[in-house]
């Protein structure tokens, strides 16, 4: 089975700061992990993934993520946040085992992004 | 490319009624997945097809839901005898296949469904 835990329902940071956006998953099998943003009323739009090559992955609009095996983590950073950064994340996980590549999110993330 | 549409964007209806969903892939992608999604959730997997074969459905879709993709290509979900537990947004999603690899997935803007 798999699964997936983000920590912190709600992140605030101001105009420039540091973006960590926190994701736990949960994998008896090698995972693919992703990042997904999504803004009002809208869908989800693929940030990055990783798919077991290169375990610092980047991504669109300055975001990158670190695949830690023996944290079980794929946490989210931006350098310096911006205020079309205001969204919610989803942290999601996949496997090749898992039949037809099925996404199993987290329950999100609302970065909030003060002037 | 125009990505992967949906319509209607918003429904409200009574409960009780039936309602129907259209998702339109991307036209290459041969996979296409409906998730709802509920305020403050993330999305829940409901089915997924490849090509006009739907593959597998989670316990999450009743049998009041049921989905087709009849000649592989758009995708419809009906809801019949809606209640109001059933108020969420359903999203589609759609992506290629290649063996030994997951391709990312590429996601419609939703349908918000409002049950009164």
């Known amino acids: 089975a798999q699964s997936v835990t983000q920590l912190g329902s709600h992140v605030s940071v101001s105009e420039g700061a540091l973006v960590l956006l926190r994701c736990n998953y949960s994998s008896s099998v090698p995972p693919y992990l992703f990042w997904y943003v999504q803004y009002p009323n809208q869908g989800l739009q693929l940030l990055l993934k990783?798919?077991?090559?290169?375990?610092l992955v980047k991504g669109i609009n300055g975001f990158e993520a670190e695949f830690k095996k023996s944290e079980t983590s794929f946490h989210l950073t931006k350098p310096s946040a911006h205020m079309s950064d205001a969204a919610e994340y989803f942290c999601a996980v996949s496997s090749f085992y898992n039949q037809g590549g099925k996404l199993i999110f987290g329950q999100g993330t609302e970065l909030s992004v003060k002037p | 490319d125009t990505g992967v549409s949906q319509d209607p964007r918003h429904k409200i209806t009574k409960r009780g009624q039936n309602v129907t969903f259209r998702c339109d892939p991307i036209s290459e992608h041969n996979r296409l997945y409906w998730y709802r999604q509920t305020l403050g959730q993330g999305p829940e997997f409901l089915t997924y097809f490849q090509n006009e074969a739907q593959l597998e459905k989670s316990r999450l879709l009743s049998d009041r839901f049921s989905a087709e993709r009849p000649k592989g290509s758009f995708s419809t979900l009906e809801i019949q005898r809606t209640e109001q537990g059933d108020s969420a947004m359903y999203l589609c999603?759609?992506?290629?296949?290649?063996?030994?690899?997951?391709?990312?997935?590429?996601f419609g803007p939703g349908t918000r469904l409002t049950v009164t």
């Open positions: 990783y798919t077991s090559a290169a375990t």
């Open positions: 999603a759609s992506s290629s296949r290649s063996a030994g690899v997951i391709h990312e997935q590429y």
